[in-house]
């Protein structure tokens, strides 16, 4: 008896040790995201830094002290869990994305947009997938079958083009940000949609009928998680506009949004779709209806707390990947070759800057022939930003590797080694050498005078980021305050193509003014009551 009590305290002990190591793991964890927001917001000023490469730096740096601490036996505080990416911190970054885009801007370009998203993703795939064959095959790195070597391609063509944007003038530059933007979310959301599509087929023997079949289902996952997102964002309109929830709490209006937005990708989860495509797209229809017909303490509520999220969880993963880099277990695989790693890394850099550049400067091509106006063309100095731009790999190529290449942050074979250590070089050189290029490439290629934006024309109530942001550039007036008498009618079918962004946009405003607001509520379609959604205040508070 006396033995047995010995054995459950003894058990008892142990797992109080454990949990308190956890807690000491998640204290050093928090004190460095408040490290990293710290530093970021200091060398902010410059520009020459962002918080990617800051966390990416302080992971590094933290990684050596816990590898000396540790003697050599790891460089983390927490385990990488897919779980932990896909499911809780992907989603607040995709959603805030779609809930902050400028409208306009995204659907006015929306074709040029999917054509660098959707069909250039496939044309890089396909380009870094046939390079890796004929390049590895003279490289001794393991045994890697079609399944493989295609889902390295869906991996290395996933972009991240945060640095970019954040030296990019939306105001100054508005077609070249939305493009980068919008293409950089589409692309992301394609890359998770073709590799969960490649995981799902058995890639050994193609086949026309097996070919047809990957596309048919790729087209089936995008359409349907689109889809998905559009009735879930539609529904939480619908359900706030009738309740007035605001009346009661301006909480639960804001749980709610926020609820429906997480149960639009746990659905998508759920039925095996792309849970980005469904949050990113929930995110866009939450913005243009639901965000109307909420309070104004609530709009200012979701605006702040969407980012927030977005921006921790964006730090916490680049923190994440610093401190992996130094991992001792995934290095001792190639620690006897090290000439095979590096000669990979600097493989799939050359694939992917050569099958970024296979698209980017046909696809503007082809998008400029449609375009009448030669402001609304893409130039070459454009076109080699929007290259440079998606040259950074970051999150979610680190995500897609881990969840091929490993099982619980884990792996046991020299191929798979070799593959996350290649994909974690990757990701550093891009994030840090790219991205500390960035800033001096696009003040060479497109240097603009500072100018000060009137604050008087710089709130438009079409968007959550509109507070300090105006939604249009200069000369780019919404089409919602046109009259029809102002928008040509096309006289025949060479007008129609030469002008579509204007005519569809037009006709698509006729259909939600006259169907969609009525139902779904928006600016201008809710019944003035004190307190209720339609109560405003004055532009200068937020000013």
């Known amino acids: 008896m006396d033995t047995h009590i010995v054995s459950v305290l ?43 490469i800051t966390a990416l730096l302080i992971g590094l740096c933290t990684g050596v002290v816990i590898l000396l601490v540790s003697g050599g036996r790891s460089s983390h505080l927490l385990v990488f869990s897919e779980d932990l990416f896909f499911i809780y911190l992907l989603p607040p970054i995709i959603f805030n994305a779609g809930f902050q885009v400028k409208k306009k801007q995204f659907f006015r370009n ?91 087929f058995d890639l050994t023997n193609i086949n026309p009928r097996i070919a047809w079949q990957f596309i048919c289902s790729f087209l089936y996952l995008f359409i349907t998680s689109t889809m998905l997102g559009v009735i879930t964002g539609l529904l939480s ?87 992996d880099a130094l991992d001792i277990e995934k290095w001792r695989f190639v620690s006897d070759s090290p000439g095979t790693s590096v000669a990979v890394s600097s493989i799939l850099l050359a694939l992917l800057m050569v ?25 070459f100095k454009q076109q080699v930003v929007i290259w440079w731009a998606g040259l950074m790999r970051g999150a979610v190529s680190m995500a897609l590797a881990y969840n091929k290449f490993t099982s619980l942050g884990h792996t046991h074979l020299r191929g798979n080694a070799i593959m996350i250590t290649s994909t974690i070089t990757v990701v550093l050189f891009s994030t840090m050498v790219f991205g500390l290029m960035t800033k001096p490439l696009i003040r060479f290629l497109l240097p603009h005078p500072k100018q000060h934006i009137s604050s008087a ?63 779904f509520g928006g600016r201008g379609f809710v019944p003035f009551v004190p307190g209720s959604p339609t109560e405003r205040s004055t532009h200068n508070q937020w000013q």
């Not at 099958?355 to 130039?379: C, D, W």
């Not at 939604?471 to 030469?498: F, K, M, V, Y």
């Open 355 to 379: 099958g970024r550049a296979a698209f980017v400067f046909p696809l503007s091509f082809l998008s400029n022939l449609s375009k009448k106006s030669p402001t609304e063309k893409i130039g």
């Open 110 to 200: 929306f074709i040029t947009i999917m054509l660098f998203g959707a069909i250039g993703t496939l044309i890089s795939c396909s380009i870094i997938s046939i390079g890796a064959i004929k390049a590895f095959e003279k490289i001794d790195i393991g045994p890697l079958d079609i399944g493989d070597y295609l889902a390295i391609g869906a991996i290395f063509a996933a972009t991240d083009s945060v640095c970019t944007l954040q030296v990019l003038n939306q105001d100054e530059t508005p077609l070249l940000y939305s493009l980068v933007f919008g293409e950089g979310v589409v692309n992301d959301a394609t890359s998770v949609v073709l590799f969960n599509a490649l995981q799902s």
């Open 237 to 323: 309109a619908y359900i706030i506009k009738k309740l007035y929830f605001g009346r009661h709490s301006t909480d639960r209006e804001f749980a709610l949004m926020m609820l429906m937005a997480y149960l639009s990708y746990m659905l998508a989860e759920l039925f095996y779709l792309s849970g980005i495509l469904t949050v990113f797209f929930c995110g866009i229809v939450m913005s243009h209806y639901t965000w109307h017909n909420v309070t104004e303490s609530s709009r200012v509520t979701t605006k702040h707390a969407f980012a927030t999220m977005s921006f921790v969880a964006e730090i916490f993963i680049f923190l994440y990947v610093g401190m």
């Open 10 to 52: 003894s058990k008892m002990q142990k797992l109080n040790t454990s949990d308190h190591a956890s807690v000491v793991s998640m204290n050093l964890f928090v004190a460095l995201l408040c490290a990293c927001i710290v530093i970021g917001h200091l060398l902010e000023e410059n520009r020459w830094m962002n918080e990617s």
């Open 457 to 519: 024309a710089s709130s438009d109530a079409n968007t959550p980021k509109s507070f300090t942001l105006p939604l249009l550039g200069d000369n780019q007036d919404s089409l919602d305050d046109l009259g029809s008498s102002e928008i040509p009618r096309p006289s025949s079918i060479r007008a129609l193509l030469t002008t579509p962004t204007h005519t569809v946009h037009h006709y698509w405003r006729k259909f939600d003014d006259a169907f969609m607001r009525p139902v």
